[in-house]
């Protein structure tokens, strides 16, 4: 009897979940069941728990609301199935033509910084470039904001680097409100935590920007130490067609030059570090 009630009080679960994923995608009854070729009544009975999800049902509806594979391994277990989708290590021997290909774009990016991160923002790899630059702005930083290697302790912990953003007031705003929509739109449960963690130690303007920044581009992060300057932008890319957790979690992240001035100086850093000949 405990089994049939705890399978109950997963399956009540269910009509929640699809309910709250339909509305973080802003989605009506109707155009869930339109999207995704199931009638709306189904729709209705799925989320009144008045009908129960098939496991291609579920699969179905999920693929069409985008959501995340670890959460779409929580839908079948509120619904009572078995989870589908593994969080595979990088040094899986499964994984390893996704680690190769990360390393590689990684290193091919080249004299410039690049990482691969989490949905939490911790970071997974990094190439020399960006080691290089770590380290410049301070040997014991990840020591300092403890948490591991994070990024939005990077930037938002009293001890990060906030000092040194030299447009902290145009860029910090920008990149808390992006960690803040991933957070709801992949819901990152620890990124969540993370920002509720740091958000006692931001003052109003990077919580609630008052003021108009310039609309350029792209907006880089300018960083300024020992009189040096550097002013760097990021391009995001992600796996299409990613079918394990970590690597449907990853993004990977270029950091690319904004004036020449940037570029000039990680190729000359660059050059300096080969072996002589």
């Known amino acids: 009897m405990p089994q049939v009630q705890n399978a109950r009080r997963t399956t009540d679960g269910f009509p929640q979940l699809l309910r709250s994923w339909r509305q973080k995608r802003r989605l009506s009854q109707l155009e869930l069941a339109l999207n995704s070729g199931v009638s709306q009544r189904h729709v209705s009975f799925l989320e009144s728990g008045r009908a129960r999800p098939s496991r291609s049902m579920i699969l179905q509806l999920s693929e ?9 391994n929580d839908w079948l277990t509120a ?3 078995a989870p589908l989708f593994r969080a595979r290590p990088l040094d899986d021997p499964q994984m390893g033509q996704v680690t190769a290909a990360v390393r590689m774009m990684l290193a091919n990016h080249e004299p410039f910084p690049a990482l691969a991160v989490d949905r939490a923002w911790n970071i997974v790899m990094s190439n020399r470039a960006f080691e290089a630059m770590s380290a410049a702005l301070g040997e014991d930083l990840w020591k300092r904001i403890g948490g591991g290697r994070n990024l939005m302790r990077l930037f938002f912990h009293p001890q990060g680097i906030r000092p040194h953003v030299a447009n902290w007031r145009a860029i910090a705003p920008l990149l808390w409100q992006r960690a803040q929509r991933e957070s709801e739109a992949l819901g990152g449960e620890e990124t969540k935590r993370i920002l509720h963690e740091l958000a006692v130690h931001q003052d109003a303007d990077t919580l609630w920007p008052a003021e108009d ?3 350029v581009p ?3 992060l300018e960083i300024e130490k020992d009189g040096l300057r550097i002013s760097l932008f990021t391009v ?3 796996f299409g067609t990613a079918q394990d957790i970590t690597a449907d ?8 030059p904004a004036d020449a001035a940037t570029e000039q100086l990680f190729r000359t850093l660059a ?3 080969l072996p002589s000949a």
Do not use: D, Q, Y
């Open 271 to 273: 050059a300096n570090s």
């Open 79 to 81: 619904a009572g199935f």
């Open 249 to 256: 979690e990853m993004r990977i992240e270029s950091l690319f």
């Open 218 to 220: 792209v907006m880089p």
């Open 213 to 215: 920044v310039p609309l």
């Open 64 to 72: 069409c609301l985008e959501v995340p594979l670890r959460e779409r």
């Open 236 to 238: 995001i890319a992600t």
